[in-house]
């Protein structure tokens, strides 16, 4: 388990003031009354802020509310974080706030998770779109008696996204017309994932090279969806002028030669957490089928 540095915690969290006599069983009936000036401390909510296939960033908001007509200093902030049920990081923040008295606020706790350390810590979730989390610490209050701790805790699904799988799998030459200076390639493409849920590709825009010359670009709207747990083969077809391809490019074609392919692309990926962006390039010698 690593312990993180947790970005400063905003200026915002302002109403928060403990009397330490509060609850406590040695007043009796003294502790009792001021137990309603007891601060609190509630989750209010989880939001997914930004994800890509590399990352997700979260906050975990918390409400503050302070009864009190006196200021306190909120002294300290310590929290871990277990994803799928094994600790992930923790830490302290020893940063304290001036807190004004009475009233209601909020604290927002930034969170980002690479899935690189996420998968290293959680080890194989195939096939899964969250592991469950919960995050936990305690908030301290400075008092004239000392430090006193409220704790929390929330637990709940955190999402997980994997990066597709896109191969180059065959190449066809459908079409060789020296009269009209000519050719059709078809290249075939393996798309596969590990998500828990149906993926489709979107905006598909690429750019294809043979043996190094460039020989095309587009753009195709739809690709595929592609289902949980299966591979799908998408072939991409490609129109070429022979002026424009080379002599030795054209003989490569005549001949059906094994040629260097190279596929750069970009595309949007429908996923369960909406449209994520994925950048590709990709190169493989391939011969003619």
Known sequence: MTRRALPALPALLAPLL??????????????????????????????LRDISFDRADVDFTFEVRNPNPLEVNFSSFSYNLDLANHPFFDGVNPKGLHLEAKGLSELT???????????????????????????????????????????????????VLRAPRLKLSKLRLDNFN?????????????????????LSFENFDYGLTLDGRSVATGRLRQLATV????????????????????????????????????????????????????SLERSKRLSFQ
Do not use: M
């Open 18 to 47: 403990l009397l330490p006599l509060a609850g406590c069983p040695k007043l009796g009936a003294l502790g009792d009354a001021l137990a309603k000036y007891r601060p609190t401390v509630d989750f209010k909510e989880f939001k």
């Open 109 to 159: 706790v930034p969170v980002s998770v690479t899935f690189v350390d996420l998968l290293k810590t959680a080890g194989d979730i195939q096939g899964e779109d969250t592991v469950p989390y919960t995050f936990a610490g305690d908030f301290g209050f400075n008092t004239p008696l000392g430090e006193l701790k409220i704790p929390f805790s929330k637990s709940g699904d955190f999402p």
């Open 178 to 198: 020296l009269a009209d200076q000519s050719a059709r390639i078809e290249l075939d493409l393996n798309l596969s994932h590990d998500q828990g849920s149906n």
């Open 227 to 278: 289902s949980a747990g299966q591979e799908k083969t998408v072939t991409l077809p490609v129109n070429l002028s022979l002026v424009d391809l080379g002599a030795a490019l054209v003989n490569t074609l005549r001949n059906k030669s094994p040629v260097q392919v190279g596929l750069t692309a970009s595309t949007d990926v429908g996923t369960p957490f909406g449209s994520v962006p994925w």
